[in-house]
């Protein structure tokens, strides 16, 4: 593929790319990975990673801030700036997806519906400068529509977040339904509901 001989990316033959802009730093996509039409991959942005079957829709919006680039953020130099959506995840369509920091989206796991903000960055008004936190999405979960996730959040394996809900937190708990402004502990679920033990990304 063009990509990987002029650039360098890691692209496998069976994966593809519609008509989008990316420009990341490396692009690794795994067998059967489908990038969609009219996403930007902006070109701070160090590190975009799709998994087996994995999948990015249409009208995605994905940004980030290289290591070094700005004089902001000069007090992380720790911080990677990047994108990993892990074997049979998938992210649906025009979302805004800020990878200041990482971002990771577990297996088998859907960024579901559309226009969820995925923000890594913000001011720290206590130190008046600009700071950023990672956000990690767990295996087997289901991010509702209109979904705000800020930097530091962490949505554990096997959990829902409701539609128009605010993750601004680390949870533990494996196998609840988060909900609400902010999100907190609504409903336990069952393990063993289908969509948690689904050996195919793919829902029908």
């Not at 959506?85 to 989206?105: F, K, P």
């Not at 128009?164 to 988060?178: G, I, P, R, V």
């Not at 609400?180 to 336990?188: E, I, L």
């Amino acid at each position: 593929m063009a990509l990987a001989c002029l650039l360098g990316y890691a692209i496998h033959k069976t994966a593809r790319i519609g008509y989008s802009v990316l420009c990341p730093g490396r692009l690794e996509m795994g067998p059967g990975a489908r990038i969609g039409h009219l996403n930007l991959c902006r070109e701070g942005v160090e590190l975009l990673k799709l998994g087996e079957q994995a999948q990015i829709g249409n009208l995605n919006w994905i940004t980030g801030a290289a290591v070094g680039s700005t004089g902001h953020f000069a007090q992380q130099r720790e911080r990677r700036p990047q994108l990993v959506v892990g074997d049979h995840a998938a992210v649906t369509n025009r979302h805004l997806i800020d990878c200041t920091n990482s971002i990771t989206i577990g297996r088998f796991t859907t960024l579901a519906g559309f226009r969820s903000q995925l923000l890594t960055h913000s001011i720290d008004l206590y130190h008046s400068r600009q700071s950023s936190a990672p956000i990690c999405i767990g295996d087997y979960c289901f991010v509702g529509t209109d979904c705000v996730l800020l930097g530091g959040s962490t949505l554990p394996d096997k959990c829902v977040l409701g539609a128009k809900s605010l993750l601004n937190k680390q949870y533990t708990e494996t196998c609840w339904l988060y909900a609400g402004n902010p999100a907190r502990a609504v409903k336990r679920l069952s393990g063993e509901v289908a969509y948690f033990t689904r050996s195919v990304g793919f829902v029908l």
